[in-house]
T-cell receptor, first 114, second 113 residues
Framework: QKEVEQNSGPLSVPEGAIASLNCTYS??????FFWYRQYSGKSPELIMF????GDKEDGRFTAQLNKASQYVSLLIRDSQPSDSATYLC??????????????FGKGTHLIIQP | GAVVSQHPSWVICKSGTSVKIECRSL??????MFWYRQFPKQSLMLMAT?????????EQGVEKDKFLINHASLTLSTLTVTSAHPEDSSFYIC?????????FGSGTRLTVV
């Protein structure tokens, strides 16, 4: 069974610091990984995705993937109060018949303290 | 960018009635639509996958006769919650592959009283 695990938090980080969010996944067949931000009562917003080992940077965000360790992380530099939200990690595995739905973790609640 | 329009954004219905939720892809063709459900403080759980012109596939434990999915065109997929009960109260979200990742609808908050 495909599982994505995240620490639910809350993770509290001072404004301006680096927030580090972690995620592990159980299915080695997972090929792509997504980080979404979700505000309470709202739909998830895509932050970035990664499918190759290593780091991928986009502005203040860096996603890291280590397939050997089945580990994905998201770093948020210069954290802002507006970054306070729940961050969802999701994994995708293509079954050969088309794209599968994403498997989501429960999310990490991030609080940026002004 | 790709947009999926989801309606209604919230709905309150009486127990035993049916509710239809619509998701439309506005500027791309959504051959596939995924339907998720999210309970408070829980993650999004995939309920079913709909493909245009064919029957939907349901995840284990999801009643296909209760959650009717129709995907009659490349831009419209609907989820009908039949004979809704209070335990069906949840946040329902659709999502479609957009060629880059997945675009989500804005979600529907269903409350069954």
């Amino acid at each position: 069974q495909k599982e994505v695990e995240q620490n639910s938090g809350p993770l509290s980080v001072p404004e301006g610091a680096i927030a580090s969010l972690n995620c592990t996944y159980s299915d080695r067949g997972s090929q792509s990984f997504f980080w979404y931000r979700q505000y309470s009562g709202k739909s998830p917003e895509l932050i970035m995705f990664i499918y190759s080992n290593g780091d991928k940077e986009d502005g203040r965000f860096t996603a890291q993937l280590n397939k050997a360790s089945q580990y994905v992380s998201l770093l948020i530099r210069d954290s802002q109060p507006s970054d306070s939200a729940t961050y969802l990690c999701a994994a995708l595995m293509y079954s050969g018949g088309g794209a599968d739905g994403l498997t989501f973790g429960k999310g990490t609640h991030l609080i940026i303290q002004p | 960018g790709a947009v999926v329009s989801q309606h209604p954004s919230w709905v309150i219905c009486k127990s035993g009635t049916s509710v239809k939720i619509e998701c439309r892809s506005l500027d791309f063709q959504a051959t596939t639509m995924f339907w998720y459900r999210q309970f408070p403080k829980q993650s999004l759980m995939l309920m079913a996958t709909s493909n245009e012109g064919s029957k939907a596939t349901y995840e284990q434990g999801v009643e296909k006769d209760k959650f009717l999915i129709n995907h009659a065109s490349l831009t419209l997929s609907t989820l009908t919650v039949t004979s809704a009960h209070p335990e069906d109260s949840s946040f329902y979200i659709c999502s479609a592959p957009d060629g880059v990742g997945y675009t989500f609808g804005s979600g529907t908050r269903l409350t069954v009283v």
